[in-house]
């Protein structure tokens, strides 16, 4: 039976690899863009079955079992909603890749690669950050998003492949509990709170919540730079609202491809 199942080892296993490149979205990928004085937004918090502390379960084999099976309930939920990757679920829950649905857009002016049905929430973020006054909390150097390969180790599908997932300044905002120079950076050596050990401020990491986001910086792992969004993609905006913006031309969208950002890590 044991061997149906990926073999989850627990979040000490399930460790990124420091360094890789980033694949570079396509250049044929369109833009999604939204109005953000137009977007009706509402709030929500993350899907308890999405967050990967649910999957991880110490004590009884029973509390064991039913986190393997929450984590297949979040693999078949994936796959459905945003896509087929190779690996987990199957081919016939999803026709298409996430990579299918990937839209270019853009946070605080930085351009990023990201599932459209996630899309809308980030855009909320940016929105709720804003217009109250948040924004100012923080400002953002570079980000990442999308990426076609699976930087997890252990069994473990990252969110980053189906374009659910945002990196911040892996800079200033590391990974203490990753391996590698990750580890390394000054800022672990703080006690105390998480945010002893991150740039981002609280501000922000409560807005990303409030709209479907969790931050791994609560997981063990501290993976302070990512927010990926947990959320029901059909309760991000208000049903009737119709704030989407007109596609760029073919031209247009080809030109500002050609410079695009790539994460640091
Ligand atoms: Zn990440």
């Known amino acids: 039976m044991g061997l149906a199942t990926p073999a989850l080892a627990g979040p000490k296993a399930a460790r990124r690899s420091p360094k890789f490149n980033h694949v570079s979205p396509a250049r044929e990928t369109r833009e999604l863009e939204f109005d953000l004085d137009k977007l009706s937004c509402l709030t929500q918090r993350p899907q308890e ?3 990967r502390s649910s999957w991880f379960k110490r004590g009884s084999a ?4 039913k986190g393997r099976a929450t984590f297949q309930r979040a693999v078949t939920y994936r796959t459905e909603q945003y896509g087929y990757f190779r690996g987990f679920g199957k081919p016939a829950m999803n026709a298409h890749a996430p990579g299918h649905y990937a839209r270019k857009t853009t946070f605080f002016g930085h351009s990023i690669v990201l599932h459209e049905k996630a899309i809308p929430a980030l855009k909320c973020v940016e929105k709720a950050l804003r217009e109250s006054g948040k924004a100012k909390d923080y400002k953002i150097g570079g980000i990442g998003g ?10 473990e599908v990252s969110n980053h ?3 659910l997932a945002i990196d ?3 800079d200033r905002n590391t990974c203490c509990g990753c391996v590698g120079n990750w580890s390394k950076h000054p800022l672990c050596r703080r006690k105390g709170s998480v945010f002893n050990r991150t740039a981002l ?3 922000w990491v409560d807005t990303f919540e409030n709209h479907g986001f ?9 993976d302070t730079m990512h927010f990926e969004f947990l959320g029901d993609p059909d309760k991000v905006l208000a049903k009737d609202a119709k704030t989407e913006k007109p596609e760029k031309s073919e031209k247009s969208a080809k030109t500002d491809d050609g410079a695009e950002a790539t994460t640091e890590e």
């Open 62 to 65: 029973d509390e064991i079992v």
């Open 49 to 51: 079955f999405l967050i």
């Open 214 to 222: 969790y931050w791994l910086g609560h997981d063990p792992m501290e």
């Open 168 to 170: 911040i300044d892996s």
């Open 146 to 155: 999308l990426r076609f390969h699976n930087t997890y180790h252990g069994g």
């Open 161 to 163: 492949v189906y374009g």
């Open 201 to 203: 401020p609280p501000t």
